[in-house]
C-alpha cells in the first residue's frame, strides 16, 4: 500500500503542474508538436489477511452457505460502551440468553434450552477459538479465560449449524476468531471505568514483518461488586504468532495466561433481594465463598487454502488449577474444592468447493477429538479453612466427534444439505476415597451416537435467503449431572449413570438485507428425550439430575435492524457520508414444557426467562460522533421451579451510549445502564419445587443497580 500511495501522489502532484501550466497558457499560440509521454505502470501490493482467522467480511460470506441459524457478531459495537464480558459482546444476539451471577461475567449462557440446569459454569454451548475447543472435556466452560480484547468477531451458530465445529449439543457452538498482526494496531491502549470499583485496562500490539506477523494483549480487570462479598479481579495475557509459508499455507501459535480470583456472594431469596438486592447469602462471608484459578493455554494451527480447497489442522493443550470454596453443612457437603485438570484435543477439518454434475457442491469432513483428565480433592469448610477430607476422584473424559456434510447446488438459487456426525464419548470415574458407607464408586460409562441433519436453501438474491433443516443432536451427560454427594450420613460422592439427552430438531427461518432494512428470523421446535434436569419424585422427594422422558423446546429468534433517518443534521450533497439513526432490535422466544410427565405434566421447565426484547437506537455522525439509549426486556414473569409455584419477575432496563471515534485513533465514551434503577433477577438456579424446599430458596442472584462507566482509547 505504501507503494500506492507513493506513486499515486507523484501521478497527482505531476497532473496538477500539468493542468497548472495548460491553464497559464491556454490563450497563448502553441508552436510546439504533441509530446507524447512514456507508459507509467503503477504497481501496488496488496498486504494479505491472515488463513487461520478469517476476517469478518470473510464469515458473513457463510450467510450464502449455512441453512439455519447462524450469526455474527464483531467487537466494533461492544468498543462503544463497557468492554468486559460476554454479555456486552452477545446482548441482542437473536436466540442467545445469558445470565450472570455476579455482574462481572456470564455464569449461563442458554441457546434452544442448552445449560438450564447449570450454575456458575455454562453446559450445552460449545465454545472455541480459531476452531478449537475452549469447553471441559466434560462440556462446561470458565468464559474469563477468554479475553475479549484479543478478537475480531464471535460467530454464533445455533443449534445443528455448528456441525463444521463439531458440536454436539442442542445449543450450537460461539466461535470466537483472534485479533492477528494483519488486522491489529501497531499500538493500542485502553482504560475504562465505573461504579461498584469496576477498572479494566488493556494494552495490545500487533504488525506484520515479512512472512511472519504477530498480536499480543495484556488486560486487567477488577470491580468491588455491587454485592457484598462480590469483589473479582482477571488478569489476561492472550497473544498469537504467525508466519506465512507461502501464499496458500500458513502456521499460527497460540499462547493464553490467566488468573481470576472471584469471591461469590451466593444465592438469596426473592424476598431479600426485593428488600436489599447488594446483600449476600449469610454463609458467603462467614465461609468465604469464592473462586480462584489459573491457566495455561497452547496451541498450534495450520491453515491451507486456494479457490477450491481449505484446510485446517491443529492441536491445543491446556491447564488448570482451581480452589472454590462453597456452602458446607448436613444438606450441602460439597464445601471446598480443589482440582487441577489438563485438556487435549485435535483439529482436522476439510472444505471442497467444486462442481459435482455441472453444479457447485461444498464437501466438509472433519473430526475434533479431545480429552481431559481431572483430578478433584473436597473438605469440609470450616470458616474459610480446609477441614477434613471428605471426596478424592479422578476424571477421564474423552469425546470423539467425526462429521461429514455435503451441501450441492441443485440450481444457482436452490442448494441442498445432507450430513451426518458419529460420536464416541466416555466418561471415567475413579474414586480414591471409598472407606464411606457407600463404598468405592468407581465406573465408566461409554456413549455413542449418530447424528444426521438435512437441510435446504434458497437464495432469492446474494442478499436475500430463506432456509430449513432436520437435524439430531446428543449431549452426554457431564460430572456434574452424574458425580454428587449422597444423602446419607457420612456419605462421599455417589455415581449417578445417566443417559445422553438427544433431540429431533426442525427449523425454518430467512435473513437478508434490503434498502435501509436488515433481518433474521428462525422458527424452531426441538422433540427432546432424555433431557437432564434435576427433579422430584411422585413423592416430593428431590431425585438430583436426572433424565427426563420427553420434553419440547420451541421458540423465535429474530432481529430487526433499521436505517431509520439519514441526512438529519448532515446534507448529503455536502458530505456523501451523512449522519443517520439506527435501531436494532431482537427478540427471543424461550418456550420450553415437560410432555405428560408423571410428576410435572406439562409444565413449563423453570429456570429460562420466556420473551425476550433487545433494542439499541443509535444517532451516528460522520464526525464519530455517536449517542442514543438502549433497553433490555424481559417481558413476562418465568417459573424458577418445574412446578410452576414460584416465579421472577418480569423487568425492563433502560440505559444510555454516547461517545466519539476518531478517524485518528482516539475514542472516548461514556454509559448508563439500569438508570431505573430496578431491582432484579439477572440469574436464577432453577429447583424442581418450591414448595417442597429444604430451607429458605436462596436461588436468586440480583442484577446491577444504576450505574455509569466510562473509557477512553488510542490507537496508532
Excluded at 688 to 698: C, L, W
Aim: some cysteine.
Amino acid at each position: 500500500m505504501t507503494r500506492i500511495h507513493r506513486h499515486t501522489s507523484r501521478l497527482v502532484l505531476c497532473g496538477y503542474l500539468l493542468g497548472a501550466g495548460l491553464s497559464r497558457s491556454a490563450d497563448v499560440p502553441s508552436t510546439n508538436a504533441p509530446t507524447v509521454l512514456p507508459e507509467v505502470t503503477v504497481v501496488g501490493h496488496t498486504r494479505p489477511g491472515s488463513l487461520t482467522s478469517p476476517t469478518l467480511d470473510q464469515a458473513d460470506e457463510q450467510k450464502e452457505q449455512v441453512p439455519g441459524g447462524f450469526t455474527t457478531r464483531g467487537t466494533g459495537e461492544m468498543d462503544r460502551g463497557r468492554a468486559s464480558n460476554f454479555q456486552d459482546l452477545l446482548q441482542g444476539v437473536p436466540g442467545v440468553t445469558l445470565q450472570t451471577e455476579n455482574g462481572m461475567e456470564v455464569s449461563k449462557v442458554s441457546i434452544r434450552g442448552s445449560g438450564i440446569f447449570s450454575e456458575d459454569e455454562p453446559l450445552g454451548v460449545a465454545f472455541l477459538l480459531d476452531g478449537f475447543s475452549f469447553n471441559q472435556g466434560d462440556g462446561e466452560v470458565i468464559l474469563e479465560d477468554f479475553d475479549l480484547g484479543a478478537i475480531q468477531y464471535a460467530e454464533v451458530f445455533r443449534g445443528a449449524n455448528a456441525f463444521k465445529y463439531g458440536a454436539i449439543t442442542l445449543g450450537g457452538a460461539v466461535n470466537l476468531v483472534s485479533r492477528t498482526g494483519y488486522d491489529a494496531d501497531p499500538f493500542s491502549v485502553r482504560v475504562e471505568g465505573g461504579s461498584y470499583g469496576f477498572m479494566r485496562s488493556q494494552a495490545s500490539s500487533g504488525g506484520v514483518e515479512g512472512p511472519v506477523d504477530y498480536f499480543v494483549s495484556v488486560t486487567g480487570r477488577a470491580r468491588d461488586g455491587y454485592r457484598q462479598h462480590s469483589a473479582e479481579n482477571t488478569e489476561d495475557v492472550a497473544g498469537n504468532l504467525g508466519w506465512r509459508i507461502s501464499g496458500n499455507l500458513e502456521n499460527r501459535f497460540y499462547l493464553t495466561v490467566a488468573r481470576t480470583d472471584r469471591l461469590l456472594p451466593g444465592g438469596v431469596t426473592q424476598e431479600q433481594m426485593e428488600q436489599d438486592p447488594r446483600q449476600a447469602e449469610p454463609e458467603a462471608a462467614t465461609q468465604d465463598f469464592n473462586k480462584d484459578w489459573y491457566y495455561l493455554r497452547l496451541a498450534d494451527k495450520i491453515s491451507f487454502k486456494t479457490d477450491g480447497e481449505q484446510a485446517d489442522a491443529g492441536v491445543y493443550w491446556w491447564h488448570r488449577n482451581l480452589l472454590t470454596r462453597g456452602l458446607f453443612n448436613t444438606n450441602s457437603p460439597d464445601g471446598i474444592q480443589a482440582y487441577y485438570s489438563d485438556n487435549l484435543g485435535l483439529l482436522l477439518n476439510s472444505v471442497t468447493r467444486g462442481e459435482v454434475f455441472g453444479r457447485q457442491n461444498l464437501f466438509t469432513i472433519g473430526v475434533a477429538p479431545a480429552v481431559e483428565r481431572e483430578v478433584d480433592w473436597n473438605f469440609q469448610n470450616l470458616s474459610g479453612n480446609a477441614g477434613a477430607t471428605t471426596a478424592h476422584d479422578a476424571e477421564l473424559s474423552i469425546n470423539v466427534p467425526l462429521y461429514a456434510e455435503d451441501q450441492h447446488y441443485v440450481t444457482e438459487q436452490l442448494s441442498l444439505l445432507a450430513g451426518i456426525q458419529a460420536v464416541y464419548a466416555e466418561r471415567r470415574f475413579s474414586d480414591y476415597f471409598n472407606r464411606t458407607p457407600v463404598g468405592d464408586q468407581s465406573a465408566n460409562a461409554v456413549f455413542r451416537g449418530l447424528n444426521p441433519k438435512t437441510g435446504v436453501m434458497y437464495e432469492f438474491d446474494p442478499e436475500i435467503q430463506a432456509f430449513a433443516n432436520f437435524s439430531r443432536s446428543f449431549q452426554p451427560p457431564s460430572f456434574d449431572n452424574m458425580v454428587d454427594f449422597g444423602d446419607g450420613p457420612g456419605d462421599s460422592l455417589v455415581f449417578t449413570p445417566l443417559e445422553p439427552q438427544d433431540a429431533w430438531t426442525a427449523e425454518v427461518g430467512t435473513r437478508g438485507e434490503r434498502g435501509r432494512f436488515g433481518w433474521e428470523l428462525a422458527l424452531y421446535r426441538s422433540w427432546v428425550r432424555d433431557e437432564l434436569l434435576d427433579v422430584n419424585n411422585a413423592q416430593g422427594v428431590d431425585r438430583g439430575a436426572v433424565n427426563v422422558g420427553r420434553s419440547h423446546h420451541q421458540g423465535i429468534e429474530a432481529e430487526l435492524d433499521l436505517d431509520l433517518m439519514k441526512s438529519l443534521l448532515v446534507r448529503k450533497d455536502r458530505n456523501p457520508a451523512a449522519d443517520r439513526l439506527v435501531l436494532r432490535q431482537t427478540y427471543t422466544l424461550n418456550d420450553f414444557h415437560f410432555d405428560d410427565d408423571p410428576v410435572y405434566g406439562n409444565n413449563r421447565i423453570g429456570g429460562i426467562p420466556i420473551h425476550l426484547y433487545d433494542a439499541n437506537l443509535m444517532y451516528e455522525h460522520p464526525s464519530g460522533f455517536y449517542a442514543g439509549p438502549n433497553l433490555q426486556w424481559n417481558i413476562t414473569r418465568y417459573p424458577v421451579d418445574h412446578a410452576n409455584t414460584l416465579y421472577a419477575d418480569a423487568y425492563a432496563l433502560v440505559g444510555f451510549r454516547v461517545g466519539f471515534e476518531s478517524r485518528k485513533g482516539f475514542s472516548a465514551f461514556f454509559e448508563a445502564k439500569n438508570l431505573g434503577d430496578k431491582r432484579y433477577a439477572a440469574s436464577v438456579n432453577p429447583i424442581p419445587d418450591a414448595r417442597t424446599a429444604d430451607g429458605p430458596i436462596e436461588i436468586f442472584h440480583p442484577g446491577d443497580g444504576r450505574s455509569f462507566y466510562g473509557g477512553v482509547s488510542w490507537k496508532w
